[in-house]
């Protein structure tokens, strides 16, 4: 059966891969209320098309940290690839060079920053985890660099892994074949069978709870990488944000992996936008299936988009081809949105061109309750 859309690879991933490695992907925190609403939230908010505009000629393209990219839609760092497909890390990487777009590598990829380097030419952004020996951290910082990585994505919303209740279910564990490949030579890369979820006892164990601002300016001391710090979700660590130094956010809630009951990205993606002044970009990761999704993200203010499920599901039902094929889907989605509301250019997508439920009837001031 022909797949018509991003959505679609979910079910064929679910059939295809083994219960503990499909449950590790999809599942969420806890009651998983943010995983349903940061698809959900996409649906309260509808377009505002303009028309009788002349949109025969598209342009997508944008600059992301400086680096040209054929579109605002990225990938997002996934962990463990390979176990969704023998290529993992590596069909991933040629099929977002493939695309003109941009592809975050994971601190635990099953495949390391050279070896994905070696996949060939490609704009690469590096997702770091700060663990507690921070010789490890700086040595992964540089490896990266040295591999030509252009930014480094810090995760900051994880001082403890979220509780995922199907992995402590299914006592989920890194296969014996796999290693976390950047940790390899340091004897972090294998993760042990634990009572509940083997990587939540490895988090434990490795990665630093004491992380904070302190080390976003110690992180800015080892290396010349601009560093988008991944996690934000309040106006009042976007401003902090800004003052540390940041060169970019990324709002997200982990996936919605983390802390549930979170807003889902999209809500929180305005007040973000708003805190930023347009001192520096702001992203948005967390829910995108459709074009009509990063339409939506930019319009309150997004300078683009990572998907993460729908690459892994992909890469699970077809390998290198199924992430081309959504790369492509997404693409050609958003070009058709952008031509029904009349946009023929990334900066003629503004505020007015969807209205959200939040908003007040015919912008006047919403009345006092």
């Not at 495949?111 to 951290?137: C, H, K, M, W």
């Not at 992996?257 to 979170?262: A, I, N, S």
Request: charged share 25%; net charge positive; aromatic share 8%.
């Amino acid at each position: 059966m022909e797949i018509t859309n991003v959505s679609e690879y979910q079910a064929i991933a679910k059939q295809k891969l083994p219960k503990m490695v499909y449950d590790y992907y999809a599942s969420g925190a806890e009651d998983e209320w943010t995983l349903q609403e940061n698809r959900n939230a996409f649906s309260r908010i509808l377009f505002r098309p303009r028309i009788l505009i002349d949109v025969s000629k598209i342009d997508m393209t944008t600059t992301v940290l400086g680096f040209k990219i054929s579109m605002p839609i990225m990938l997002a760092p996934t962990a463990m690839q390979k176990m969704a497909h023998p290529e993992g890390e590596y069909a991933t990487a040629r099929a977002a060079s493939a695309a003109g777009t941009i592809m975050t590598l994971s601190s635990w990829a099953t495949s390391s920053v050279e070896e994905v380097a070696s996949t060939g030419p490609g704009i690469r952004f590096f997702q770091l985890y700060v663990y507690r020996d921070r010789n490890v951290v700086a040595q992964l910082v540089r490896r990266a660099e040295k591999a030509g990585f252009k930014a480094i994505a810090l995760t900051v919303d994880t001082p403890r892994l979220g509780r995922r209740e199907a992995d402590i279910k299914n006592r989920f564990t890194l296969p014996p074949f796999l290693t976390l490949k950047n940790f390899e030579g340091l004897d972090l890369g294998k993760m042990d069978k634990a009572n509940d979820s083997g990587l939540a006892s490895y988090v434990a164990g490795q990665i630093d709870r004491t992380l904070s601002w302190k080390d976003v300016k110690w992180l800015q001391t080892i290396t010349s990488l601009p560093i988008l710090v991944k996690g934000v979700i309040t106006g009042e660590d976007a401003r902090i944000a800004v003052q540390a130094g940041a060169a970019g956010i990324i709002v997200s809630n982990h996936g919605a992996r983390q802390l549930d009951y979170v807003p889902a990205t999209i809500m929180a993606l305005e007040e973000v936008v708003k805190a930023a002044q347009g001192r520096i970009p702001v992203f948005l990761d967390g829910g995108v299936r459709r074009g009509t999704d990063v339409f939506k993200a930019l319009a309150l203010g997004a300078s683009g988009i990572f998907i993460g499920r729908p690459v892994v599901f992909s890469l699970a039902a077809e390998g290198e081809a199924g992430v081309r094929k959504v790369l492509s889907m997404l693409r050609e989605e958003f070009e058709l949105t952008m031509a029904l509301s009349g946009c023929r250019s990334l900066k003629e997508i503004t505020r007015q061109h969807i209205v959200a439920d939040w908003d007040s009837p015919h912008g006047l001031p919403a009345p006092r309750l």
